[in-house]
């Protein structure tokens, strides 16, 4: 019986174009935004490994940083403002309000798990209009460990006092599934774009490219 | 006391070139290796952290499998054997050969420590002739949790017979550095291209550009 939803935010929920537009300003190159969020990524993951953390809006001005100087250019105040600025007006995707009304009215509820800040996370929703449809949000600042590491996922089973089998979590990153696999979660994977789920990653439960099917599939569990 | 100075191979003594002129047939993108190279970093660290593994060649050819559909090119089994096969193939640079000849004269021990496959670093001593200059390589194959996880440090450690505190690993990937930093080595860092070292990673104790400046600041300890 699937009794609550989780959802990743960025890229799962919402659209990045805005991000992109404004690395565009600067790189006439389509592979330097996601170059710089497999580094952010990479920082992100090597903290956990390591038992650091900060704030995964600093991991992202660091690597903005990196990113300006190995490319030669120069990263002004405004430019780092433009475009990490951006995270917090990122539209939703055409098919989040829609499928995230179908999980409330079976009586699911629907989380937001973000590894970016709790006022980020809280911003995002404001901005993208989707506040009023989540019964609550997460960020990983409260046990002080990015996913795909197990604390967050355990941390938000025991708030809201749910077993990991009656949770989906929902993302489009294998990274973030194989996380929730591992803690025992029902996983479904939204593929947003050409891209290939690891091999060597723990399969996902559900995988669609429409997030409707995707919460339709979690309906059909119950 | 410094006994013992481990190295990373890929980037810090092998040059990437003949892996970038390889990605550059296919691509007219110099962001494109890098961002292939983030990915795999991320898989691996990923990988460490769900107490995962497979041999880094696998990785490495499941992340060129997603950097070519992303991109929407077809990948044949002749350009796969073309990219990943250059890592065999890699030149050392310049400064090489004299800095552990320089280590060798001050009866330091000279050890290779690889995320690669044991065959893999095996073949790149041979072919970028530096294999004479080793007392020893080791894989994180040995392990089966790659770097920067502890593990791996600490079996060389172990094998050689030497305290943390008496050796030095030498890279030029920060998260490398961190890693060896957090079981108590002494740690160099050599800067191979422009870049920034990440901030909220544990500072190295040694810097340089140059490979000789290092192995001197090394021999200076003593």
Chains 1, 2 share one sequence.
Do not use: C
């Amino acid at each position: 019986m699937i009794k609550t939803v989780l959802f990743d935010m960025n890229e799962t929920l919402l659209n990045l174009s805005l991000l992109k537009e404004n690395f565009d300003k600067h790189f006439e190159d389509p592979t330097i935004p996601k170059y710089w969020f497999a580094k952010v990524l990479h920082y992100s993951t090597v903290m956990g490994a390591m038992d650091e953390y900060t704030d995964f809006g600093k991991l992202s001005e660091a690597a903005l940083e990196s990113l300006f100087l190995e490319n030669e250019k120069e990263l002004t105040d405004e430019t780092k403002k433009d475009i990490l600025g951006s995270f917090k007006r990122l539209p939703a995707y055409n098919d989040v309000s829609e499928a995230l009304k179908l999980l409330r009215e079976n009586n699911i509820k629907v989380i937001a798990v973000t590894n970016s800040s709790y006022e980020m996370v809280k911003e995002q929703l404001t901005n993208s209009k989707l506040i009023n449809l989540f019964d609550s949000y997460y960020s990983v600042d409260a046990v002080q460990k990015y996913k795909p590491f197990k604390d967050i996922y355990q941390y938000v089973l025991k708030q809201e006092k749910v077993n990991a089998d009656e949770t989906v979590m929902v993302a489009t990153h294998d990274w973030d599934l194989i996380g929730a696999k591992k803690v025992g979660l029902v996983t479904a994977y939204i593929n947003r774009k050409k891209d290939q789920y690891n091999p060597y990653y723990l399969n996902p439960d559900i995988s669609s490219t429409n997030l409707l099917d995707v919460v339709e599939e979690i309906i059909k569990l119950n």
